[in-house]
């Protein structure tokens, strides 16, 4: 039996010795028990159990041990009649062990500590948690007469260890202590040990200190970026004895840089004028943005170096317009940059239009440069592949500002490379009656599908929504002598071009009443890519063009690359001209 303290009264209950009584972190279910069974709890102390009391089972519940009659049969191990010692009552177990003190007379050196544990004695040269005891079996050698009592504590774990030593840690393990030392850990033995650092041979200031696999060493190299100041003189100019300087200046001065908070007159340095600075907070203090300004001036820097508005708009920057436009390579030419990029390109006998492959899509990046008119990707030579069949650029806003209703998009005309995509007839016979505005070809009569089978080709590979309609002016009329005479305006997206588009100007076509005025419309000006490559008009196939020449024929592209003319009903290639945007 022991005491403890249960309802603030001190009481008898059983003891906790091992195989009498099972211990519980957490109470079990009582229910779980015979009547009469005691255990201990371990656990948190909590409004229902205390840490450490002894619980039986009784007929409700776990109720505290009842008091006990009867002798106490052990304290702390001993038996009969017992002497307490300090320490034999606590939280902790201690014991009481003797230290050797005249080795003339006993078995066992000085310092060696003797105790008894209810069975035999033993034996220790220190007591440290984790140390082996000697059980000595020559105890009536010994003359405890000789040795002094102390108490010894003798933890129960080491989580219970007061530690007052490095050495008292279970992953530490220290030998051969010296000054200077460090510990590193090491993951064979998994203990921290104690190690000495390594030194560098030579102590040369200038020399840099770097580590090898154990150590630090000297490297043997000498780092000069430090040995002196930085060179700010591209900051600031040096400090001039000749000079003034106003509030606000920089200059620089014994390797630093320094701003006169004062005005400084011709002469010597005077410290008090100004202050030392640093580079990063001078920099950062400069504003990076325009507080007072025109909304859509241009920005620029003021002499300070902050940002100010510039006085004037990015319009201001633009082409200038001419009195007058000029036509060069025949096209109409409105702005001095716009003459002078054109006669660069028509009048150098040098300029070569080389092809560039602009991918097998048409992308959103490649529409929004066109749709936005910059024309930044899309150029004249480029050419897209798009379900194997190869497209070209052939001119840049060719339609801009024209047709009955002003056609105010952006556009980038486009015609086959091929002319073999598709063939057809102009019409089912060998007449003209209608120009190209009335041929079956576009009108799709007598079962004439050739526009729409091109169309359809187009449509699927660029989409149709991405091509532009616009106004265009169509024959549509032929007189007596079998010339166009009449003409309308109509919707357009994918039709024939003429031969106006094609050589820039007319060869095969018949002229009437106002010369080649029916035939050629709007459509007035030489497509880019036929002017500087003329070669790209020649595809080594026979193409119709939409031009009337005689009373049976229109004219036709063949395959030698000169021009010529044919029976409307002859079957040729379809290569026609639209524009995507």
Not at 181 to 199: F, I, P
Request: overall charge negative.
């Amino acid at each position: 039996m022991i005491s403890q303290i249960i309802d603030g009264v001190e009481r008898q209950v059983s003891s906790a010795s091992s195989g009498q009584v099972t211990q519980y972190a957490i109470m079990p279910a009582y229910t779980d028990f015979t009547l009469g069974k005691i255990i201990q709890y371990t656990g948190v102390t909590n409004a229902n159990y205390t840490k450490g009391y002894f619980y039986v089972r009784g007929t409700n519940g776990w109720e505290p041990q009842p008091v006990q009659s009867g002798n106490v049969i052990s304290v702390n191990g001993k038996t009969g009649t017992v002497v307490l010692n300090a320490g034999d009552v606590g939280t902790s177990p201690t014991i009481v062990a003797y230290r050797e003190t005249s080795p003339a007379t006993a078995a066992h050196a000085v310092d060696t500590y003797i105790y008894y544990d209810d069975t035999t004695y033993k034996v220790k040269t220190a007591i440290d948690i984790g140390d082996s005891l000697v059980v000595n079996t020559n105890i009536e050698a010994l003359n405890l007469t000789e040795m002094e009592s102390t108490v010894i504590y003798i933890p129960e774990d080491e989580g219970d260890t007061p530690v007052s030593n490095l050495s008292d840690l279970g992953d530490v393990s220290l030998s051969s202590l010296a000054n200077g030392q460090v510990l590193k850990y090491n993951s064979t033995s998994q203990k921290w040990e104690n190690v000495s650092l390594g030194t560098a041979a030579a102590k040369d200031s200038t020399n840099v200190v770097t580590q090898n696999s154990t150590n630090l060493v000297e490297s043997g190299a000498v780092y000069t970026g430090l040995s002196s100041k930085a060179d700010l003189t591209d900051l600031a100019p040096a400090f001039s004895s000749v000079n003034a300087y106003a509030i606000g200046d920089y200059v620089t001065y014994d390797g630093d840089l320094y701003k006169f908070t004062s005005a400084h007159s011709a002469g010597e340095w005077v410290a008090a004028d100004a202050t030392k600075v640093a580079v990063a907070t001078e920099v950062s203090g400069k504003t990076d943005k325009v507080t007072s300004a025109t909304s859509g001036n241009l920005a620029s820097l003021d002499a300070t170096g902050n940002l100010a508005d510039a006085g004037a708009a990015l319009s201001a920057l633009q082409p200038k317009n001419m009195s007058a436009p000029a036509v060069i390579g025949g096209a109409s030419q409105t702005t001095v940059e716009g003459a002078i990029n054109a006669l660069n390109t028509f009048n150098n006998p040098g300029t070569y239009l080389r092809l560039t492959d602009l991918g097998t899509s048409y992308t959103a990046e490649l529409k929004q440069d066109i749709s936005s008119g910059k024309f930044e990707i899309a150029k004249v030579g480029g050419y897209l592949t798009i379900n194997s069949h190869v497209y070209y650029i052939a001119h840049l806003d060719y339609w801009l500002h024209t047709g009955g209703t002003e056609c105010t998009t952006h556009h980038a005309v486009v015609v086959p490379a091929s002319s073999s995509l598709i063939s057809g007839k102009m019409n089912n016979s060998n007449v003209v009656t209608g120009a190209y505005a009335g041929s079956d070809f576009k009108t799709g009569a007598n079962s004439n599908t050739a526009l729409a089978d091109i169309k359809a080709i187009i449509q699927a590979d660029f989409g149709s929504a991405n091509i532009l309609t616009h106004r265009e002016l169509f024959a549509n009329a032929v007189d007596g002598n079998s010339a166009s005479s009449g003409w309308a305006w109509a919707d357009s997206d994918i039709d024939l071009m003429n031969e106006t588009m094609v050589y820039g100007h007319c060869v095969c076509s018949k002229p009437g009443t106002y010369g080649h005025l029916y035939e050629v419309g709007i459509d007035k000006t030489q497509l880019e890519l036929f002017a500087k490559r003329p070669d790209l008009i020649t595809t080594r196939g026979y193409w119709w063009l939409r031009d009337v020449v005689n009373s049976t024929d229109f004219a036709i592209v063949i395959s030698y690359g000169n021009a010529n003319d044919y029976n409307a009903s002859g079957s040729f290639g379809i290569r026609p001209a639209f524009a995507i945007c």
